[in-house]
């Protein structure tokens, strides 16, 4: 089954700095979705890339798509202490539910 | 507007034991989800209903855990008898429709089975 795989495992910057997850996934999808977990709080949406789309923005949110590398960024510009969070993609594919990796952790140092 | 909304926040249980979990989800939202995450690993599917129904029960580990969506509106999961490698945050989320493919999470179930 297809699976997304972020990378790196944990990522520790200061703020201020651009913060960049890449994701990679093994099958056609329909779109890609980026969510962040804040410690003991639930998943928060924070942006979704359609197949046939290359690049997203969203505030000091970047998303890249390439469907040929199957393979995904997350760039976070400036970052803020308050972006420290797990942060997860997910993909979507036909009917299938979302299908999760395992994660980056997100520490942004004050 | 509510979002969706997990009870207990936490639970510890001994192995052996029965858990429920409640999700409510946003109202009006007829696809709930449930998702479970064990420790170091990847977030995982466990089911899907539309309304009452069970559209995908695929991500089920086991006849020991136990869905239900009673009038299509809130939801439980059920885990009897608890052993240990069930312990992780179980997560439930909503979608209006199937066409708007982004989900509301809820702020998850921690269950700690010792």
């Known amino acids: 089954s297809q699976q997304g795989e972020e990378d790196p495992q944990a990522l520790s910057i200061q703020e201020g700095e651009n913060a960049t997850m890449n994701c990679s996934y093994k099958?056609?999808?329909?779109?890609l979705q980026w969510y962040r977990q804040n410690s003991g709080r639930g998943l928060v949406h924070l942006i979704l890339?359609?197949?046939?789309?290359r690049e997203k923005h969203s505030g000091r949110l970047r998303v890249t798509l390439d469907t040929s590398k199957k393979s995904s960024s997350l760039l976070i510009t400036a970052s803020r202490a308050a972006d420290t969070a797990s942060y997860f993609c997910a993909t979507v594919s036909g009917n299938t539910p979302l299908v999760f990796g395992k994660g980056t952790r997100l520490s942004v140092i004050a | 507007e509510a979002g969706v909304t997990q009870f207990p926040s936490h639970s510890v249980i001994e192995k052996g034991q029965t858990v429920t979990l409640r999700c409510d989800p946003i109202s009006g939202h007829d696809n709930l989800y449930w998702y479970r995450r064990v420790m170091g690993k990847e977030i995982k599917f466990l089911l899907h209903?539309?309304?009452?129904?069970?559209?995908?029960e695929s991500g089920m580990p086991n006849n020991r855990f136990l869905a239900e969506r009673t009038g299509g509106t809130y939801s439980t999961l059920k885990v009897q008898p608890a052993e240990l490698e069930d312990s992780g945050v179980y997560f439930c989320?909503?979608?209006?429709?199937?066409?708007?493919?982004?989900?509301?999470f809820g702020p998850g179930t921690r269950l700690t089975v010792t």
């Open positions: 989320a909503s979608s209006q429709d199937l066409t708007s493919y982004e989900q509301y």
């Open positions: 209903f539309v309304k009452e129904s069970k559209q995908d």
């Open positions: 890339i359609r197949s046939n789309e």
């Open positions: 099958t056609s999808i329909n779109n």
